[in-house]
């Protein structure tokens, strides 16, 4: 500890201190030393300091060289980010809820690198993306920054705070996963949702092990993503068996133009059945706004 350093120097110190990934450790070490005092006494401790910060560089360039050559993570349509402690259960969670088999292991920092999984939820397809720990020196706060909705993955609610910290510049929406759920007993998942609810976490209480709500957590990312499924029907026939999947918000000629690539005009007459009709095969104009789940009918003649 150096004498008579100034607040400015214990600043950075916390900084560095709480720092997530290894790029922050070196930007805040290297203001540690910028800030230390600068006398006789401190020499030792700042050369320390600048020693340290020779090893980080180091390690740095070294995880550089190794992640070269590897292809690079492309955003392909909605982006999930997992992010938290070590062994909170993400790789668990990605094999769950995507197509992936990434390492799962008892022991923390098992995740070196990205895993990418493809999340398919009733004709909606999105992109999960598994990181390494908060702290490891892989974590990759690029994606995180990014992402379309960052997943962030607990074991105790007291952890959310702490990925909480690292979320400062995350453009995308946030929910949380309450994992491994199966390890508390009646009265543990009661005290657990009580918490959810006073607190208002907007997330899902889960276990990636058995299973349990994931329906409900494939229907909270689903709601994260903004869209409506929309299935078109010919008339005299059942309803398509892939839905068309549009922005919230979308009305019939959205649909039509999709369908009929630029012919709306042609649309004499459109029927609406589901959640956005007040009654099955209702007559509606172009303009009306669709919801999730409905069927709509095209004549054209
Ligand atoms: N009981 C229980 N164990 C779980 C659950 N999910 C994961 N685990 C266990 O927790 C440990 C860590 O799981 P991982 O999925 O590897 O955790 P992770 O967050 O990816 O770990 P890192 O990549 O090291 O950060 C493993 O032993 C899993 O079997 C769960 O829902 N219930
Ligand atoms: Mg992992």
Same mark, same amino acid.
């Given at each position: 500890?150096?004498?008579?350093?100034?607040?400015?120097?214990?600043?950075?110190?916390?900084?560095?201190?709480?720092?997530?990934?290894?790029?922050?450790?070196?930007?805040?070490?290297?203001?540690?030393?910028?800030?230390?005092?600068?006398?006789?006494?401190?020499?030792?401790?700042?050369?320390?300091?600048?020693? !340290?910060?020779?090893?980080?560089?180091?390690? =740095?360039?070294?995880?550089?060289?190794?992640?070269?050559?590897?292809?690079?993570?492309?955003?392909?349509?909605?982006?999930?980010?997992?992010?938290?402690?070590?062994?909170?259960?993400?790789?668990?969670?990605? @094999?769950?809820?995507?197509?992936?088999?990434?390492?799962?292991? %008892?022991?923390?920092?098992?995740?070196?690198?990205?895993? +990418?999984?493809?999340?398919?939820?009733?004709?909606? /397809?999105?992109?999960? +993306?598994?990181?390494?720990?908060?702290?490891? =020196?892989?974590?990759?706060?690029?994606?995180?920054?990014?992402?379309?909705?960052?997943?962030?993955?607990?074991? !105790?609610?007291? =952890?959310? =705070?702490?990925?909480?910290?690292?979320?400062?510049?995350?453009?995308?929406?946030?929910?949380?996963?309450?994992?491994?759920?199966?390890?508390?007993?009646?009265?543990?998942?009661?005290?657990?949702?009580?918490?959810?609810?006073?607190?208002?976490?907007?997330?899902?209480?889960? @276990?990636?092990?058995?299973?349990?709500?994931?329906?409900?957590?494939?229907?909270?990312?689903?709601?994260?993503?903004?869209?409506?499924?929309?299935?078109?029907?010919?008339?005299?026939?059942?309803?398509?068996?892939?839905?068309?999947?549009?922005?919230?918000?979308?009305?019939?000629?959205?649909?039509?133009? /999709?369908?009929?690539?630029?012919? %709306?005009? /042609?649309?004499?007459?459109?029927?609406?059945?589901?959640?956005?009709?007040?009654?099955?095969?209702?007559?509606?104009?172009?303009?009306?706004?669709?919801?999730?789940?409905?069927?709509?009918?095209?004549?054209?003649?």
């Amino acid at each position: 500890m150096p004498i008579n350093a100034s607040y400015e120097y214990f600043d950075a110190e916390k900084e560095y201190l709480n720092a997530a990934t290894l790029e922050d450790k070196i930007y805040w070490l290297e203001e540690m030393i910028r800030r230390a005092p600068k006398h006789k006494s401190s020499e030792n401790f700042v050369s320390e300091l600048k020693r !340290r910060l020779i090893k980080f560089k180091e390690k =740095e360039e070294k995880g550089r060289k190794s992640s070269k050559g590897k292809k690079g993570i492309r955003k392909e349509g909605f982006q999930f980010v997992l992010v938290g402690l070590p062994n909170s259960g993400k790789s668990s969670v990605l @094999s769950r809820i995507t197509n992936a088999s990434p390492k799962i292991s %008892s022991y923390g920092f098992s995740t070196t690198t990205p895993e +990418i999984g493809t999340f398919y939820y009733e004709g909606v /397809k999105a992109q999960v +993306i598994d990181l390494p720990p908060i702290g490891s =020196e892989n974590f990759d706060i690029g994606i995180v920054n990014t992402a379309d909705c960052v997943i962030g993955v607990v074991e !105790r609610t007291e =952890e959310i =705070e702490e990925i909480g910290k690292i979320l400062t510049r995350a453009i995308g929406k946030k929910i949380i996963i309450l994992n491994k759920v199966d390890l508390l007993d009646k009265e543990g998942l009661r005290k657990l949702e009580a918490k959810i609810k006073s607190k208002k976490i907007n997330g899902v209480m889960f @276990s990636a092990l058995t299973g349990f709500n994931l329906e409900r957590l494939k229907e909270l990312m689903f709601e994260q993503m903004d869209v409506i499924r929309v299935y078109t029907k010919e008339p005299g026939k059942g309803k398509a068996k892939e839905p068309i999947v549009l922005p919230r918000g979308a009305n019939v000629r959205d649909v039509a133009e /999709k369908i009929l690539k630029g012919f %709306s005009a /042609k649309v004499k007459d459109t029927r609406v059945t589901g959640p956005s009709s007040k009654f099955p095969n209702q007559r509606v104009s172009l303009s009306h706004e669709l919801k999730d789940l409905d069927v709509v009918e095209f004549h054209t003649r």
